[in-house]
């Protein structure tokens, strides 16, 4: 994904200059290594690392259309930027993408696509299931068979193909977890699942963010969409059953992608 904006600019002829995140840099460098291996022009694609505060104003300066992936309120920054010099701009921001669950789902199905859809990349991932809204009347059998899923997932820090939910980025998110985590057992959320190590899958029927996942009922599609719906920054929504309602359903999310009956991102673990 590091690479994803970039090498389709390369394609059509253009010239990028490229900022990771400074938390996933290596991932980035090594794309781009590759690409050099493979014949690309040394200075055709360059990067830079850093703050966004220390280099962020030289690139919106100087480059020709900006493409970006980061907060809602960045987004809106460089927004400002770029119509001010008058150069396009493409914002892929926040993400709080939400799954609804129909009463006549596959409910196994639904709960695999779930767990596979919530936790890739330990659930740091634009595109990772953060809601789930459930029908009241097939509620309790998904939240069985979702939570019976997320113990199955190997954890662990290793870097082969066996592990299937690895580490958090930073050393610092794992509080910001757990200060959701408490919050929401505060307010009255019980937990489901909770796995011993770092970062644990977890499921509550509160508010929450990543990479725990909430599941309040909803009783029909209009009060699941308008849930879905609510939350700013959603840029990806999924739907499961019946392929002519999940079809009409996955048309109405606010997102900037929807998937019907699809497993989510990656398969699972």
Sequence with gaps: MAAGDAIPALMVGNTVVQKPDTQTALTALWALDLMHEAGLLTDVWQMVVGSPGSIGGALMDNADYMMFTGSTASGRRIAGDAGARLIGASLELGGKNAMIVLDHADIDKAAEGAVAGC??????LCVSIERLYVAESVRDRFV??????TEKP??????????AV????TASQPTTVTAHIDDAVAKGATVGSQRALRPKPLNFSSTLDRPVIRYPAHGHDPSALGAANAATGAWHGNARGLPEAGTRVSSAP????TASSSIGPCPPG
């Design 119 to 124: 936790f890739p990349s330990a659930g740091q």
């Design 144 to 149: 069985a068979a979702f939570v019976a899923r």
């Design 154 to 163: 190997r954890i662990g820090a290793s870097y082969d193909y066996g592990i």
């Design 166 to 169: 690895g580490s958090l980025t």
């Design 254 to 257: 606010e997102t900037g992608s």
